[in-house]
């Protein structure tokens, strides 16, 4: 156990051991102290500080970083580098870089991680980010229970303005930056970017109507640029090697490496760097990351991306529906669309081992982003009730065969009708729970009483129900 | 629910106060209601809670209508409308950290402290409550006891037996 940790009040079982490959973010995170300045600087910390702003223009590092074809580590996935250049630039305008470090989605924990162990990486990125787009002041706005990183990102931040990496004329370029932390106050919303900015603006966190787009008008109506924690540490090595560099690694568009969090029933939960491309087979089994199911059972189902993403049954989890492996990657992951496919989304990879029941982890799930909806479209607002009021029934013992129909009838009435994607959020795991495992929901119903004591098992997953509802077994 | 009912007004300390202006030069010229979320977090590090008198001192100090402190409070989760344990603990009770043992985590601290979810026991020293995902998920079961948001990792029934005793015998 690391004391440093603990001083700032996180007691944690110190998982950095873990050993992996090919890394461009956690290379380091077994140095001991590589949390501080010192430390991070003699592992070639802010040498791309260094190149950014003594040797390339802003127009450059915005190139870099679109050769490298880096996608959105948030859960979009949208080419970060694009994005940069949509920002608006009028003349005597202040612009904003907010680093979005809400991390709320369930299963998601990779940006915590990469804060508490290297809080640097993120504060480099930061400030290359920011002078690439023109920001004088950057905000990183922290989910409000993170105040242990949040402690951690402070004295971070005072360690490299008492350098001189962060401040007035930076280097002697010029350049001034201000990084301030901004904590939230508990809202899964605020994770989605214009909440974000809506709450730290000091309000609630409802999401603005698109467009105009932060890019146009963000932070205080001025030109904004929001981008996961990752996506930002992610600027650093693309920098100092180059964004050709960068696209070499990984596998098509899906260029670079990945955190991805691991999490549920395997022997070897937390976070591990992937390259983008490694089968999920290798991923789950292979002593190199999870190594395989815990207590030696049997994969039942994965949730690949963060609760949002649809759950896939073990087989489509480790392959196509013709045969072919399954890759970590945008586009292997999303193969065959919803209906065999899901998303790499956040990088939150849940297992499920053959002793999960499926009708309580989506009611779970249910509960949770009705708890979270921020109220403002009747859809969502009323679906997520609708939804989790429904599942409870089921999960209870008291749910008919109309309640599968009706659930699925709900989530299509949701998905699509809403301001902003958490409506989509909501109905993707209800409906590809019905999808894949509607013979469990059937069970539930059809055995009221056996299923309050004991779980349906590995099902026969085997055969995906492709057409869902089957309204004619009622 | 918030309810406005009278309570004894309160008189912010001018150590508060200073850590007030410090948060609030964070935001450009005329964007001060930026540090109203920061703002809270300090006055519930310091009361345990956000009483109505305290949110309205709030207001006139960012020179806003207290409607505009009610209705952030009441949004946010993080925010105690009434009085908590001194140590209020928050167990994830989401998804993946029920796949390995969350639900017993919250049961075993209702048998434990002889309280349910949101009351707090006599002595005044525990609540709990259940909360989502903590972003520690491949860590879980989880606990974090506010007001300094301490966070606890791979709980078992022995291990928060042991942290209440902890937190009892530090008391
Ligand atoms: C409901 C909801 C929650 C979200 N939560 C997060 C989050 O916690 N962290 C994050 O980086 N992006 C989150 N996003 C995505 C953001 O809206 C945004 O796309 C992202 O921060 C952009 O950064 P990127 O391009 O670097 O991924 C969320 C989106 C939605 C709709
Ligand atoms: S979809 Fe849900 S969370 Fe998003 S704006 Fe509408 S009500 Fe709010
Ligand atoms: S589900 Fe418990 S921390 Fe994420």
Redesign the interface.
């Known amino acids: 156990m690391s004391r440093l940790i603990q001083d700032y009040?996180?007691?944690?079982?110190d998982?950095r051991l873990i050993k992996m490959s090919r890394k461009l973010l956690l290379e380091h995170i077994n140095v001991p102290g590589i949390n501080t300045l010192e430390v991070y600087r003699q592992k070639g910390g802010y040498r791309a500080v260094e190149k950014a702003l003594k040797t390339l223009t802003p127009e450059e590092i915005v190139e870099e970083v679109k050769k490298s074809g880096l996608r959105g580590r948030g859960g979009a996935g949208f080419p970060t580098g694009m994005k940069w250049s949509f920002l608006a630039k009028p003349e005597g305008v202040?612009r904003y870089l907010v680093c979005n470090a809400d991390?709320?989605?369930?299963?998601?924990?990779k940006?915590?991680y990469l804060m508490t162990y290297i809080p640097h990486a993120l504060i480099e990125g930061m400030i290359v980010s920011s002078f690439a787009l023109g920001a004088k002041?950057s905000y990183i706005y922290v989910?409000?229970?993170?105040?242990?990183q949040i402690r951690i990102l402070e004295k971070a931040i005072a360690e490299a303005k008492a350098a001189g990496w962060l401040g007035k004329n930076i280097l002697g370029t010029g350049y001034d930056l201000?990084l301030?932390v901004?904590?939230?106050?508990?809202?899964?919303i605020c994770g989605e970017e214009t909440a974000l900015l809506e709450?730290?603006?000091?309000?609630?966190?409802n999401p603005r109507i698109k467009p105009p787009f932060p890019a146009i008008a963000g932070l205080?109506g001025c030109p904004t640029v929001v981008n996961n924690v990752e996506s930002i540490a992610a600027v650093v090595p693309i920098i100092n090697d180059g964004g050709d560099e960068y696209a070499k690694i990984g596998i098509g568009r899906s260029t670079g490496t990945k955190l991805i969090?691991?999490?549920?029933?395997l022997v070897k939960?937390?976070?591990y760097e992937i390259e983008l491309g490694l089968p999920v087979e290798e991923f789950i089994y292979s002593d190199e990351y999870c190594g395989g199911i815990a207590n030696g059972k049997r994969l039942k189902a994965t949730v690949a991306g963060g609760?949002s993403v649809p759950i896939l049954p073990a087989n489509l989890t480790l392959k196509y529906a013709n045969g072919e492996p399954r890759l970590m990657s945008y586009e292997s992951l999303s193969e065959g669309g919803f209906a065999t496919g899901t998303m790499l989304g956040s990088g939150?990879f849940?297992a499920?081992d053959e002793d999960?029941c499926i009708v309580?982890?989506t009611w779970?799930?249910s509960r949770?982003y009705h708890?979270?909806s921020?109220g403002q479209c009747s859809p969502c607002r009323e679906g997520t009730g609708w939804m989790e009021k429904i599942l409870h029934k089921i999960e209870h013992g008291h749910g008919t065969m109309d309640d599968v129909d009706l659930l699925w009838d709900v989530q299509r009435k949701i998905e699509g009708n809403t301001i902003c994607p958490l409506g989509d959020a909501a109905a993707w795991p209800v409906a590809s729970a019905i999808r894949h495992f509607r013979d469990e929901f059937e069970w539930h119903i059809k055995e009221p009483v056996k299923s309050q004591s004991q779980n349906y098992g590995i099902a026969n997953y085997a055969t995906p129900i492709e057409k869902a509802p089957v309204t004619e077994e009622k | 629910m918030l309810k406005v009912e009278e309570q004894t007004p309160v008189v912010f300390s001018s150590e508060l106060l200073a850590k007030f202006d410090e948060v609030k030069s964070r935001y450009p010229e005329g964007k001060h209601k930026s540090a109203l979320l920061p703002l809270l977090h300090l006055v519930q590090a310091e009361y345990l809670w956000v009483s109505t008198p305290a949110m309205d001192k709030v207001a006139e100090y960012l020179n806003i209508q207290p409607i505009e402190v009610y209705e952030v409070a009441t949004f946010y989760t993080m925010y105690f409308l009434k009085p908590q344990g001194k140590y209020a603990l928050e167990v994830c009770r989401t998804g993946p950290c029920c796949l390995v043992g969350a639900e017993k985590i919250l049961s075993h601290l209702e048998n434990r402290l002889g309280v349910k979810e949101g009351e707090v026991t006599a002595d005044g020293l525990f609540s709990f409550r259940g909360v989502e995902c903590l972003a520690a998920c491949g860590f879980g079961p989880v606990l974090q006891i506010s007001p300094e948001y301490t966070f606890y990792e791979n709980l078992t029934t022995d291990s928060v037996d042991k942290l209440i005793e902890d937190l009892k015998n530090k008391s």
């Open positions: 009040g996180l007691w944690t079982t998982y202040a991390e709320s989605e369930p299963g998601t924990f940006d915590r002041v989910r409000g229970e993170m105040m242990p201000e301030y901004q904590p939230g106050g508990g809202a899964y709450s730290l603006e000091g309000k609630r966190g205080y969090s691991a999490s549920g029933n939960p937390g976070v609760s939150g849940i499920f999960q309580r982890n779970n799930f949770f708890h979270e921020c």
